[in-house]
């Protein structure tokens, strides 16, 4: 993984981690009533100069798991990655995994990162 994508990664966990939950990449394992999970979708480049990518847009899903009501959580959630300069951010459809008792929501972000020698 390069060190561009494990920057957006951490600030991925470290926005999430402020709400108070476990956040893990891909799988949580524990046994809290609710959790955040977060996954890599894309990274492009974009934004080119004399055919070179000037910009990284990383796109990421993340995954709210709740046994009780998560709209607040969600709003939460929402408000903390648009301070952190994520945009786009789109709501999935909720759903109500009765295997396991959670509700679940994803929405997706985005957040675009400028390549450090475009800056120079």
Same mark, same amino acid.
């Given at each position: #993984? ?24 891909? @799988? ?6 609710? !959790? /955040?999970? +977060?996954?890599?979708? #894309?990274? @492009?480049?974009?934004? +080119? ?6 910009? !990284?847009? *990383?796109? !990421? ?9 998560? /709209? ?13 300069? +994520? !945009?786009?951010?789109? #709501?999935?459809?909720? /759903? ?5 008792? +959670?509700? *679940? ?6 957040? #675009? ?8």
């Amino acid at each position: #993984m390069s060190d561009t994508q494990t920057s957006v990664d951490s600030i991925v966990k470290s926005t999430l981690i402020s709400l108070g939950l476990p956040v893990e990449r891909l @799988r949580y394992t524990g046994n809290a009533n609710a !959790y /955040i999970t +977060f996954q890599i979708v #894309m990274r @492009r480049e974009t934004e +080119f100069a004399d055919d070179d990518g000037q910009a !990284y847009e *990383h796109f !990421y899903r993340v995954d709210i798991y709740s046994k009780s009501d998560y /709209i607040n959580l969600l709003r939460r959630a929402e408000s903390a990655l648009k301070a952190a300069g +994520f !945009y786009g951010i789109a #709501m999935n459809a909720e /759903i109500y995994e009765s295997d396991t008792k +959670f509700y *679940h929501i994803s929405m997706d972000i985005y957040y #675009m990162e400028v390549k450090k020698t475009w800056l120079q």
